[in-house]
């Protein structure tokens, strides 16, 4: 199977202040380069994971997402081990896990749909007040991010780094005085009448320089324009020595040089235009109104421009990076989250979930206590049967047998069940489960009939084993069900006895789920044949009193128990016949 590496990965180098920030991951470590391997989609549709997702979340985006996130398996024990510190904290906190997501959610909206991040030509006052009310909503964003982390005890590496970088993001960036400064500056858009306009003067009364002066909740009132310039002129306690403005509005300096024709054009309509009656300049009656008003316009709109262009370039300095890196934690946080519910609402109701622990890939072994398939929490806690099962050097290999409809098929996917989740960081259904990593997960069902019209069945069958087996290496975990039983036993055997030698020199952890009860009592000369490294075993799902205890141990196998169980089913055992024909 091909090796997947980091397609999903939404892992960033942040610089922020000159300093620069390790990517931040919630599915790894930082500076661990995971190596996943795709789970195979037969394993996926064999362990019923598109059923599982379809538990936790009504959501189909969701339900993708958390399946595209487990279907990525990472063998290695400190991913594993990362990931469930980050979960168990999650679980933890229910109210951090819901403030979380909704301020991630907005951040998510303000990237997506946001102005600040994206390069755009319209650069108008409405445009500055519009991204200042973005700007001011994703600071508050990251103000509460900073604030539910920093509220709860939190344990694991992942979420201590994320509120770390958010700390960072925060202070580094001045935020508290830039969220003081949007106040001031921010005025709603329907407050706004007037813009008050400065023209700067040569010594000779030229025009050379237009500015904003200011932002006005007021329409203008009072006329006489020029009138008042003269004015200034003839009060010498009225004429500014330089170009501070007395009532503190602060003077933006226009894009164009002194002398261009708009500037000139513009103060020119200032200087002979007429006031009206909101003290605005009117154009003279003559067939250079329009002209004289676009040529203000343009001035106006070329000045405002490059101040917009300026205070958003200023605004937006670290915005598109720590959006984007706050942002990508949200597919990994709903995954993390929606799982968490999920445990919850199972434990509440009494089932049994724990966090796995991981030892070393190379010791190939796991230890369960009380594990069960999570399948079953359709039924009560009470009613289910839960299991102990081991993987060792001496039970590396389990040929289980028993009884039809005795629950060897519901262990065997228990079991891949198992990985799955704890490989996700995900707590395990189980009351305690220990184990080694698999590197993948291979599952060997029977194949629906419209997939075996060209080979036929045992011919679809072998070439789908020699397949999975080629692709797998000695950590691979392998949940065979009935396989090779399409033909006849002699042959079916033939083929299975040689698999499991296979699987055995392979030294990988098996499952095979079989009616053939020989193969489970060849064990003794198959486990001579190999090094002692890997040894099988023969598990039995166990009959009481001729009744379905759906547990399974370490046993021989009941022999011909199948068969008995087909003709009690049928009713053709001989005293069946008998009483049969009788009546």
């Given at each position: 199977?091909?090796?997947?590496?980091?397609?999903?990965?939404?892992?960033?180098?942040?610089?922020?202040?000159?300093?620069?920030?390790e990517e931040?991951?919630?599915?790894?470590?930082?500076?661990?380069?995971p190596?996943?391997?795709?789970?195979?989609?037969?394993?996926?549709?064999?362990?019923?994971?598109?059923?599982?997702?379809?538990?936790?979340?009504?959501?189909?985006?969701?339900?993708?997402?958390i399946r595209?996130?487990?279907?990525?398996?990472s063998?290695?024990?400190?991913?594993?081990?990362?990931?469930?510190?980050i979960?168990?904290?999650?679980?933890?906190?229910p109210?951090?896990?819901?403030?979380?997501h909704?301020?991630?959610?907005?951040?998510?909206?303000?990237r997506?749909?946001?102005?600040?991040?994206?390069?755009?030509?319209?650069?108008?006052?409405?445009?500055?007040?519009?991204?200042?009310?973005?700007?001011?909503?994703?600071?508050?964003?990251?103000?509460?991010?900073c604030?539910?982390?920093?509220?709860?005890?939190?344990?694991?590496?992942?979420?201590?780094?994320?509120?770390?970088?958010?700390?960072?993001?925060y202070?580094?960036?001045?935020?508290?005085?830039?969220?003081?400064?949007?106040a001031?500056l921010?005025?709603?858009a329907?407050?706004?009448?007037s813009?008050?306009?400065?023209?700067?003067?040569?010594?000779?009364?030229?025009?050379?320089?237009i500015?904003?002066?200011?932002?006005?909740?007021?329409?203008?009132?009072?006329?006489?324009?020029?009138?008042?310039?003269?004015?200034?002129l003839?009060?010498?306690?009225?004429?500014?020595?330089?170009?501070t403005?007395?009532?503190?509005?602060t003077?933006?300096?226009?894009?164009?040089?002194?002398?261009?024709?708009?500037l000139?054009?513009?103060?020119?309509?200032?200087?002979?235009?007429?006031?009206?009656m909101?003290?605005?300049?009117?154009?003279?009656?003559?067939?250079?109104?329009?002209?004289?008003?676009?040529s203000?316009?343009?001035?106006?709109?070329a000045?405002?421009?490059?101040?917009v262009?300026?205070?958003?370039?200023?605004l937006s300095?670290h915005?598109?990076?720590?959006?984007?890196?706050?942002?990508?934690?949200?597919?990994?946080?709903?995954?993390?989250?929606?799982?968490?519910?999920?445990v919850?609402k199972?434990r509440?109701?009494?089932?049994?979930?724990?966090?796995?622990?991981?030892e070393?890939?190379?010791?190939?072994?796991?230890?369960?206590?009380g594990?069960?398939?999570?399948?079953?929490?359709?039924?009560?806690?009470?009613?289910?049967?839960?299991?102990?099962l081991?993987?060792d050097?001496?039970?590396?290999?389990?040929?289980?047998?028993?009884?039809?409809?005795?629950?060897?098929?519901?262990?065997?996917?228990?079991?891949?069940?198992?990985?799955?989740?704890?490989?996700?960081?995900?707590?395990?259904?189980?009351?305690?489960f220990?184990?080694?990593?698999?590197?993948?997960?291979?599952?060997?069902f029977?194949?629906?009939e419209?997939?075996?019209?060209?080979?036929?069945?045992?011919?679809?069958?072998?070439?789908?084993?020699?397949d999975?087996?080629?692709?797998?290496?000695?950590?691979?975990l392998?949940?065979?069900?009935?396989?090779?039983?399409t033909?006849s036993?002699?042959?079916?055997?033939?083929?299975?006895?040689?698999?499991?030698?296979?699987?055995?020199?392979?030294?990988?952890?098996?499952i095979?789920?079989?009616?053939?009860?020989?193969?489970a009592?060849?064990?003794?000369?198959l486990?001579?044949?190999?090094?002692?490294?890997?040894?099988?075993?023969?598990?039995?799902?166990?009959?009481?009193?001729?009744?379905?205890s759906?547990?399974?141990?370490?046993?021989v196998?009941?022999?011909l128990?199948y068969a008995?169980d087909?003709?009690?089913?049928?009713?053709?055992?001989?005293?069946?016949?008998?009483a049969?024909?009788?009546?």
């Amino acid at each position: 199977m091909p090796t997947e590496q980091n397609t999903m990965d939404n892992t960033a180098d942040v610089h922020i202040a000159g300093a620069k920030y390790e990517e931040i991951s919630l599915l790894h470590p930082p500076g661990v380069d995971p190596k996943y391997q795709m789970l195979p989609e037969e394993t996926a549709h064999d362990l019923s994971l598109e059923q599982i997702c379809a538990e936790l979340t009504k959501m189909e985006p969701e339900r993708n997402l958390i399946r595209r996130t487990m279907m990525r398996i990472s063998g290695d024990p400190q991913v594993i081990k990362y990931r469930c510190d980050i979960f168990e904290d999650i679980l933890r906190y229910p109210a951090l896990r819901e403030e979380l997501h909704a301020l991630l959610d907005r951040v998510d909206f303000l990237r997506t749909y946001g102005s600040f991040t994206k390069e755009s030509d319209a650069s108008g006052i409405w445009e500055l007040i519009h991204r200042l009310d973005e700007m001011k909503e994703y600071i508050e964003c990251v103000e509460g991010i900073c604030r539910c982390l920093n509220e709860k005890e939190i344990h694991s590496e992942g979420l201590t780094a994320l509120k770390e970088y958010v700390k960072a993001l925060y202070e580094d960036n001045g935020f508290e005085a830039l969220k003081q400064d949007i106040a001031q500056l921010k005025v709603g858009a329907s407050e706004i009448k007037s813009v008050t306009l400065g023209v700067n003067l040569n010594d000779r009364f030229e025009p050379n320089g237009i500015g904003i002066v200011s932002i006005n909740s007021r329409y203008f009132t009072k006329s006489g324009i020029l009138a008042n310039f003269c004015d200034f002129l003839n009060r010498q306690d009225e004429l500014s020595p330089d170009i501070t403005w007395k009532k503190k509005y602060t003077f933006r300096t226009g894009a164009g040089e002194a002398g261009s024709p708009a500037l000139e054009q513009a103060a020119d309509a200032m200087m002979r235009g007429r006031a009206g009656m909101a003290g605005i300049v009117t154009p003279p009656p003559d067939s250079r109104s329009d002209d004289v008003m676009h040529s203000l316009d343009r001035a106006a709109t070329a000045m405002l421009s490059a101040t917009v262009r300026k205070l958003k370039q200023t605004l937006s300095r670290h915005v598109s990076v720590s959006t984007q890196v706050i942002a990508a934690r949200i597919p990994e946080l709903v995954y993390y989250i929606r799982w968490a519910e999920y445990v919850e609402k199972l434990r509440s109701a009494g089932y049994a979930m724990c966090k796995p622990e991981a030892e070393s890939a190379k010791k190939r072994m796991m230890k369960a206590e009380g594990l069960y398939n999570l399948k079953l929490t359709k039924h009560a806690p009470s009613e289910i049967v839960a299991n102990n099962l081991v993987f060792d050097r001496k039970h590396r290999i389990y040929i289980l047998t028993g009884a039809n409809r005795g629950g060897k098929t519901t262990i065997t996917q228990a079991v891949g069940i198992a990985f799955l989740l704890a490989q996700g960081g995900i707590y395990v259904p189980a009351e305690s489960f220990v184990f080694s990593p698999a590197s993948n997960i291979f599952t060997h069902f029977p194949a629906d009939e419209n997939k075996t019209m060209d080979l036929g069945r045992l011919g679809e069958e072998s070439k789908r084993f020699r397949d999975i087996f080629l692709a797998a290496d000695q950590a691979a975990l392998f949940l065979l069900n009935e396989s090779f039983s399409t033909t006849s036993f002699e042959e079916g055997f033939f083929i299975a006895y040689d698999a499991v030698r296979a699987l055995r020199d392979l030294g990988a952890r098996t499952i095979y789920n079989t009616h053939m009860h020989k193969l489970a009592r060849k064990l003794d000369e198959l486990n001579a044949e190999g090094d002692g490294d890997s040894l099988a075993a023969s598990l039995v799902a166990e009959t009481e009193a001729g009744q379905r205890s759906y547990r399974v141990r370490v046993a021989v196998p009941h022999g011909l128990s199948y068969a008995r169980d087909i003709a009690e089913k049928y009713g053709v055992t001989y005293e069946q016949l008998s009483a049969g024909r009788k009546k």
